[in-house]
């Protein structure tokens, strides 16, 4: 009768996990939270640099990469734009598994003229990393999807994106996984559930993009200028 009973408990227990992670996702059962049947046995959570954040092997590092990568709900093909976005919904599917991730941010100093490339010249990039210790030191680990094969090191990453200036100086650092920009003046909750649809909103639009002839630059350049006219009617730039 005992043994039943725990039975019934670990039963319940796991169906409200599951409510609970497809009610979180958003998206239904097409999330990284219903669909990784593995889980990341290495992970555990350590603190870097007075941030909480996930260690995990490289083996599970190369596991986390391959599922967002498969994670249809993120434009990755579509990397004109929207780095924002992907990072933050590729934070919060790994959430809903528990792990904790970093933001990674590669910036430029605006006053100058160099900026990061391919595909686009960006003043800053954002995606999201994991630890993997090495030797005594827990390493950051960038997962890009948009724009590398596999989860790299931060000078692999930055590199890739002054190929076209290898001179030019790039700052990397790291924020917890909540920060949405590299000011961090924008601090957002997994659980605002209007910043998600938002977010979702962006994403599959960015989808519809990435299909058009030019991949949807011209969309999106179309947009921003949108965007900028309705600014400047309004007095905010």
């Known amino acids: 009768m005992k043994l039943l009973c725990i039975f019934a408990l670990v039963l319940t227990m796991n169906s409200f996990a599951a409510k609970e992670c497809n009610d979180n996702a958003f998206y239904g059962q097409d999330t990284v939270c ?6 990341y046995p290495s992970s555990r959570l350590v603190n870097y640099n007075n941030i ?11 596991k986390i990469f391959d599922n967002l990568k498969k994670y249809s709900k ?17 934070a919060r599917q790994l959430d809903l598994d528990g792990i904790k991730v970093l933001k ?7 006053n100058k003229p160099e900026r990061l490339y391919p595909p686009n010249y960006w003043r800053y990039h954002v995606a999201i990393g994991v630890l993997v210790k090495e030797g005594k030191d827990y390493v950051p680990y960038v997962i890009d999807p948009s724009l590398m094969s596999g989860p790299v090191k931060a000078s692999e990453w930055v590199g890739k994106m ?4 290898k001179k030019m100086e790039v700052s990397f650092h790291v924020s917890e996984q909540k920060v949405y920009d590299p000011e961090s003046r924008i601090v957002v909750s997994f659980d605002d559930e209007d910043f998600r649809k938002s977010i979702a ?3 599959e ?8 002839p030019d991949g949807g630059i011209s969309s999106y350049q179309y947009e921003r200028e949108m ?3 309705q600014m400047n009617r309004w007095g905010m730039y």
């Not at 993120?74 to 590729?90: H, K, L, T, V």
């Not at 002054?162 to 200036?165: A, I, P, R």
Request: proline share 2%; charged share 30%; net charge negative.
């Open 104 to 110: 990674t941010f590669a910036t430029v100093d605006t």
């Open 201 to 203: 909103e962006d994403l």
């Open 52 to 62: 909480e954040a996930t260690l995990v092997s490289k083996s599970d590092a190369n």
């Open 162 to 165: 002054k190929k076209h200036n």
């Open 227 to 229: 965007i900028e006219m």
């Open 74 to 90: 993120i434009p990755f093909q579509f990397n004109y734009a929207g780095c924002e976005e992907r990072a933050y919904e590729m």
């Open 34 to 39: 219903a669909n990784s049947v593995e889980k």
């Open 205 to 212: 639009k960015h989808e519809m993009w990435s299909h058009e």
